[in-house]
């Protein structure tokens, strides 16, 4: 199941890199609308991503409880994939913006989510800076007021959703819930 996630999580960044790549190559040769869908874009691959990342989390939780199980079966710590993975990647059942967790548990892993992130919303802003010009021209206040609004709402939608989801452990929250029936032996 992780392989399957990285598959997805890397074709989506490859995705996002392309076409906001090309929306700037566009909109620099005199098609200043493209500019404007940078932001949909970035803000699109942001929440595809953490999608993608909630179903490595949920593969992880399932692959760690499985070894404890085996584990305690066997009385044999001989399946170690879940500790290498909390230590290496993120630690489960933490606090974390998507796979970034704070202090000891931070990680490589999650210094591309962020960096990740971060581009993303560099990307957004740019793109609405660029295309700010083009979306001036219209006759009427209201596109430019909708664009803005719709995408502000939408941007703040899947910030609050990813908040409550991830920094307030609801997903993992979650899984502990339905895996709880069924003990580690």
């Given at each position: 199941?992780t ?6 999580f ?6 996002a ?18 500019f ?9 691959t ?7 990342a ?5 593969a ?6 499985l070894e404890?199980?085996?584990?305690a079966?066997t ?16 630690p ?31 990307a957004a ?16 206040a ?10 502000g ?10 908040v ?6 609801e997903?993992?929250?979650r ?10 032996a």
């Amino acid at each position: 199941m992780t392989v399957e996630y990285h598959r997805r999580f890397f074709g989506d960044i490859r995705f996002a890199v392309v076409a906001i790549s090309a929306l700037l190559v566009i909109g620099f040769w005199e098609v200043a609308a493209a500019f404007l869908l940078v932001p949909v874009v970035a803000l699109y691959t942001g929440v595809q991503t953490a999608f993608d990342a909630s179903y490595l989390i949920f593969a992880r939780q399932y692959a760690a409880r499985l070894e404890r199980y085996l584990n305690a079966s066997t009385g044999a710590s001989i399946h170690v994939g879940a500790a290498m993975e909390d230590a290496y990647l993120f630690p489960l059942d933490v606090r974390k913006v998507v796979t970034a967790a704070a202090g000891s548990g931070f990680s490589w892993f999650g210094f591309v989510t962020l960096f990740h992130t971060c581009l993303g919303i560099a990307a957004a802003g740019f793109g609405v800076a660029l295309g700010y010009a083009n979306l001036l021209r219209f006759e009427s206040a209201g596109w430019t007021i909708a664009y803005l609004v719709v995408l502000g709402a939408l941007g703040v939608a899947a910030l609050v959703a990813g908040v409550w989801w991830f920094v307030g452990g609801e997903g993992e929250r979650r899984l502990r819930m339905a895996l709880s029936p069924f003990p580690a032996a």
